[in-house]
């Protein structure tokens, strides 16, 4: 009988835990997934990752048109190539990601140490189509967006 009650107790307990964790580790889940669209999009040919990130919170990131309350998410990665700046343009502008080139980009940190870029994102007007076999070029291919999720409570 002592046995049957500490058994139940036991899982009750697995139980509430298993369930707070469900509850306060959806914020990392769904911005984790929102940063696999970056992270899951195909680098171009002769492209190196050189760092890869992404965070999230409530007034953070500069948010897309400002965060509402709502967390925003940044997912960035720095990258190499050889391939010229139009090449690498055309690749990255199709889903819509900022794209800074080196000397372009500015960072930007919260009172929690988190990052993200800023400053002249490429628009593909003035980029040279001359390929960078000899000295690969750097730059920051970065994702941002707001998100929501169930139980969501906001706190600032």
Same mark, same amino acid.
């Given at each position: &009988?002592?046995?049957?009650?500490? %058994? *139940?107790? +036991?899982?009750?307990?697995?139980?509430? *835990?298993?369930?707070?964790?469900?509850? %306060? $580790?959806?914020?990392?889940?769904?911005?984790?997934?929102?940063?696999?669209?970056l992270f899951a999009y195909q680098l171009p040919k002769k492209t190196k990752i050189i760092?890869?990130?992404?965070?999230? $919170?409530?007034?953070?990131?500069?948010?897309?048109?400002?965060?509402?309350?709502?967390?925003? &998410?940044?997912?960035?990665?720095? +990258?190499?190539?050889e391939l010229s700046e139009k090449e690498i343009f055309n690749h990255y502008n199709k889903n819509k990601f900022e794209i800074f080139f080196e000397g372009y980009e500015t960072i930007k940190k919260n009172s929690e140490g988190k990052k993200w870029y800023? $400053?002249?994102?490429?628009? $593909?007007?003035?980029?040279s189509d001359e390929m960078n076999k000899d000295e690969p070029i750097n730059f920051i291919v970065q994702y941002r967006t707001e998100f929501n999720y169930p139980f969501f409570i906001d706190f600032h």
């Open positions: &009988m002592k046995n049957k009650k500490l %058994f *139940i107790v +036991l899982l009750i307990s697995i139980t509430i *835990i298993l369930l707070l964790y469900y509850v %306060f $580790g959806q914020g990392h889940r769904y911005a984790k997934s929102y940063a696999n669209r760092e890869k990130d992404f965070d999230y $919170g409530v007034l953070y990131g500069g948010g897309p048109r400002g965060s509402g309350g709502y967390p925003t &998410m940044v997912a960035h990665m720095k +990258l190499s190539s800023e $400053g002249q994102k490429s628009t $593909g007007k003035t980029l």
